[in-house]
């Protein structure tokens, strides 16, 4: 259970405050020895962050102000599926319905040839509905192979007051994504792994009008055990060096201003484990 209160420092604006109780309800039936079935019920609320309340921002000629007479959001959500196991091969298949109302959402309010302003504001509804399926292998003799494979749709379903919304996608949340990974495990300390990760197109406004293309990379780790307690370890993220888009604004006349992801990135150290 929380109380929240928010206060602006303008008097001309009014006080919020929101009483809110959280919970959350779930079951699991085993059904056999290979497989078992779970189900669960939630509700959940979220406060507008400070940054969102007070704190704007602009990036290239888009320009994001902040709202101090945000709601909070409220979350309701169920989820079940089904966990299945055969000696070295599990997997877990879960679909789920969540509704988020109140969502806070950067609106667009006005477009020029100069600038498009928008501003964060509560939408009324959006609905997000999807289905992900998760598997791990361990036949092989220190080999681990996992899988993960997620389709999600997020729409405005509703949205009164900003009519421009209705049924377009939520931005960031791409339709699909795919995940897998490869994992040796040395009894002598080493563990070594190669993940790959692909997510489908998404946008990045409100509006739908700047589209995100799809990606994958491949990412590698290498950790190696000298002493009890202590792993020396390197990465390399972004393997072939892959150019994609994480968001993209409007620019005067120009072409849209890209923002790009992590270029080829090598990390390394060493890791202490205290007792």
């Known amino acids: 259970a929380d109380f929240w209160r928010s206060t602006p420092d303008d008097a001309a604006l009014a006080k919020h405050s929101a009483n809110f109780f959280s919970p959350r309800v779930s079951a699991e039936l085993k059904m056999s020895e290979q497989s078992t079935v779970h189900a669960s019920f939630y509700r959940g609320y979220r406060t507008p962050t400070l940054n969102e309340l007070h704190r704007g921002f602009r990036v290239g000629t888009v320009v994001t102000n902040p709202n101090p007479e945000l709601d909070p959001e409220k979350l309701t959500g169920v989820e079940a599926g089904v966990l299945l196991t055969n000696g070295e091969l599990s997997a877990r298949v879960t679909g789920f319905w969540n509704q988020l109302d109140d969502a806070v959402t950067n609106v667009t309010v006005a477009v020029t ?13 959006v609905r997000a509905t999807g289905i992900e399926f998760e598997a791990d292998y361990r036949g092989f003799q220190r080999w681990t192979l996992s899988g993960l494979v997620g389709a999600t749709r997020s729409t405005f379903s509703k949205a009164p007051a900003q009519p421009a919304l209705q049924g377009n996608r939520v931005p960031q949340v791409p339709i699909f994504q795919l995940g897998g990974s490869l994992t040796y495990l040395d009894p002598h300390g080493f563990t070594g792994s190669v993940q790959g990760r692909v997510f489908g197109s998404q946008y990045e406004d409100d509006l739908n009008a700047f589209k995100l293309r799809g990606y994958g990379v491949i990412d590698l780790s290498a950790s190696q055990q ?50």
Not at 246 to 270: E, H, M, Y
């Open 113 to 125: 040839a100069a600038q498009t302003t928008r501003q964060r504001q509560n939408t009324d509804t």
């Open 226 to 275: 000298v002493t009890r307690g202590v792993n020396v370890f390197m990465a390399v993220e972004n393997l072939f060096d892959s150019d994609y888009d994480t968001g993209r604004t409007p620019r005067n006349g120009l072409a849209d201003l890209r923002t790009i992801g992590f270029p080829r990135s090598f990390r390394a150290g060493v890791r202490v484990f205290l007792p």
